[in-house]
């Protein structure tokens, strides 16, 4: 694996702490991918460090009714892609700041990208 691209799997517990962590040291979110898979979702928080051309992904996988904490109170810039991984996934995420309640973009299905029962 090259070591300048990291994934790290975590539990919920380890999430907030280390988001703060890599706002602390300056690593700039690059984006949040959500996933489905069989039991829920597979959620990717991705950061990048320019000057050291690094990049790394904290993995967290929840249950598909489990509750997630936004991020977005130290990332202001990840409101976009949580309100994507809601609308789109049907993640439910607590606290989005702007959050716009499934009225990001004009589909006719709710959470067309969620798995099917």
Request: glycine share 2%.
């Amino acid at each position: 694996m090259d070591d300048r691209n990291e994934i790290k799997k975590i539990t919920m517990a380890e999430l907030f702490p280390l988001v703060i962590e890599m706002k602390a040291k300056h690593w700039r979110l690059v984006q949040i991918c959500a996933v489905s898979i069989e039991h829920g979702y597979e959620m990717s928080y991705s950061f990048c460090k320019n000057e050291e051309y690094r990049m790394v992904t904290l993995r967290l996988e929840i249950d598909a009714e489990e509750t997630i904490a936004s991020i977005t109170q130290i990332y202001p810039c990840a409101f976009l892609q949580e309100n994507e991984a809601a609308e789109l996934f049907g993640v439910k995420i607590q606290n989005i700041n702007p959050n716009y309640h499934d009225k990001l973009y004009r589909i006719d299905e709710v959470a067309p990208f969620k798995k099917k029962e």
